[in-house]
């Protein structure tokens, strides 16, 4: 005998990305890469161009959700910003793709970004790059390394953030200790790519959050990033935390981790000048969405 139908769980990211409107950014090879944009209320938005928070999902550059940042979306469109989920090319949906094209995606994001600020009544020298794991790599890549470019880009158009944020990022792809060495596609590659060998002075601002439990991405690559631009005289800030895992600040996985790794990127856009400070900010009850 059957038993009752279960309800299946709702994917709060999927539900979130309903609310948005999706634009392509890019077309390339034959694929069309969208992204999903979120507008402030007219009594929450300033009365200037406004702060862009620019989001890329976590990935191996082999798979990923681009609705995983859409909760991160909601609340900072509340605060007056206009926010965006970026998809990018990871092998699982684009046969071929990986670390190189995933450079290359974020690169063209925040071009697209800044020469479409006036019809997107955005700041474009107010953009932040946020991301987690491979898809935090390719954006922090924009923020430190040259070259990398799509070939189709105008590439006289910056692609350089004002401001990152990364989650468990990967910053170390050449130590013998690097995660996803087999996703590069030659030896070359994955040396240029590292980002602590190209840390010099003169990067944006970083807020790096990153659980010290990490298995799959080594926090010690986080924290000689961090260590090691800061002698740069770079604003570079690493929170460690302690025994959290990968993933760790993920909506569905933690609401406590995920408000407190959000009013910590919140405080970090107030000190920046990005948005406007809050005296109510925070999340409150986990049923806020």
């Given at each position: 005998?059957?038993?009752?139908?279960?309800?299946?769980?709702i994917?709060?990211?999927?539900?979130?990305?309903?609310?948005?409107r999706?634009?392509?950014?890019?077309?390339?090879?034959?694929?069309?890469?969208?992204?999903?944009?979120?507008?402030?209320?007219?009594?929450?938005?300033?009365?200037?161009?406004?702060s862009?928070?620019a989001f890329?999902?976590?990935?191996g550059?082999d798979?990923?959700?681009?609705?995983q940042?859409?909760?991160?979306?909601?609340?900072f469109?509340?605060?007056g910003?206009?926010?965006m989920?970026?998809?990018?090319?990871?092998?699982?949906?684009?046969?071929?793709?990986g670390p190189l094209?995933?450079m290359?995606?974020?690169?063209?994001?925040?071009?697209?970004?800044r020469?479409?600020?006036v019809?997107?009544?955005?700041?474009?020298g107010k953009?932040?790059?946020v991301?987690?794991?491979?898809?935090g790599?390719?954006?922090a890549?924009?923020?430190?390394?040259?070259?990398?470019?799509?070939?189709?880009?105008?590439?006289?158009?910056?692609?350089?953030?004002?401001?990152?944020?990364?989650?468990?990022?990967?910053?170390?792809?050449?130590?013998?200790?690097a995660?996803y060495?087999d996703?590069?596609?030659?030896?070359a590659?994955?040396?240029?790519?590292?980002?602590?060998?190209?840390?010099?002075?003169?990067?944006?601002?970083?807020?790096i959050?990153?659980?010290?439990?990490?298995?799959?991405?080594?926090?010690e690559g986080s924290?000689?990033?961090a260590r090691?631009?800061s002698?740069?005289?770079?604003?570079c800030?690493l929170?460690?935390?302690?025994?959290?895992?990968?993933?760790?600040?993920n909506?569905?996985?933690?609401?406590?981790m995920y408000?407190?790794?959000?009013m910590a990127?919140?405080?970090?856009?107030?000190?920046?000048?990005?948005?406007?400070?809050?005296?109510?900010?925070?999340?409150?009850?986990?049923?806020?969405?």
């Open positions: 005998m059957e038993g009752p139908l279960r309800t299946p769980p994917d709060r990211g999927r539900e979130l990305l309903k609310t948005a999706e634009e392509i950014f890019k077309s390339v090879n034959g694929v069309d890469l969208p992204v999903y944009i979120w507008e402030p209320e007219p009594d929450k938005a300033p009365p200037y161009p406004k862009v928070a890329f999902f976590s990935s550059w798979n990923g959700q681009i609705a940042f859409a909760p991160h979306c909601v609340y469109a509340s605060r910003m206009t926010t989920c970026f998809d990018y090319r990871v092998s699982a949906r684009h046969p071929g793709a094209q995933a290359a995606d974020a690169r063209s994001a925040i071009r697209w970004i020469m479409n600020a019809e997107l009544g955005v700041n474009p953009i932040i790059g991301g987690g794991s491979g898809g790599h390719a954006i890549s924009a923020a430190v390394l040259n070259g990398f470019d799509d070939p189709s880009d105008v590439t006289d158009c910056s692609p350089v953030p004002n401001a990152v944020v990364l989650f468990n990022p990967v910053i170390d792809t050449w130590s013998r200790h995660p060495q996703r590069w596609p030659d030896n590659s994955r040396k240029a790519a590292d980002l602590i060998r190209g840390i010099k002075a003169g990067f944006p601002p970083m807020l959050m990153h659980g010290t439990d990490d298995r799959v991405v080594p926090f924290y000689t990033f090691k631009s002698k740069k005289k770079n604003i800030r929170i460690e935390f302690d025994g959290k895992g990968h993933g760790f600040f909506f569905n996985l933690s609401f406590e408000e407190a790794t959000l990127m919140d405080e970090f856009f107030v000190e920046l000048g990005f948005i406007e400070p809050d005296p109510n900010a925070g999340l409150g009850k986990e049923d806020a969405f």
